[in-house]
């Protein structure tokens, strides 16, 4: 498991490679079997939040080309979309698992299930390198 942070309390347990599994990841069998545009989607389950959310790395995802790491679960609030297929408790996390664990290195576990922060942060931290305070 991937230590994401100095102390025991981290938002995200990322599962070692044996731990994964392609089933049993109960919202997303939920998205298959009752929202008809993720039907076919195939996941390999990489890690959950302390709150129970699920998340999967795809390679077919109906909203997405390619591969793509998404956040799943009852109290996620994701970002609104226009596109019907794109559940509201479904937070894209980015396109590669590399990615995905590179921002839980360099920002911590709490920026990677809320990328939508990532952009203020790197507002922050170019101000403090001009000079500016936090």
């Known amino acids: 498991m991937l230590d994401t942070s100095d102390s ?10 044996s731990e994964r599994s392609n089933t049993d990841a109960s919202f997303w069998e939920w998205l298959r079997e009752d929202v008809p545009a993720w039907k ?33 679960g009852p109290d996620v609030a994701g970002p609104a979309s226009d596109n019907p297929d794109w559940p509201e408790n479904l937070i894209y996390l980015g396109p590669s698992v590399d990615e995905w ?8 576990d709490e920026f ?5 922060s990532l952009a203020e942060l790197s507002q922050l931290l170019t101000m403090k390198k001009r000079g500016g305070s936090l």
């Open 8 to 17: 025991d309390h981290t938002l995200v347990r990322v599962f070692d490679k």
């Open 40 to 72: 076919n989607v195939k996941y390999e389950w990489i890690a959950s939040s302390q709150f129970g959310d699920q998340i999967v790395l795809t390679h077919n995802s109906p909203i997405h080309d390619g591969p793509a790491v998404y956040m799943l």
């Open 101 to 108: 664990l590179a921002r839980i290195e360099q920002f911590g």
């Open 112 to 116: 990677s299930i809320t990328p939508g």
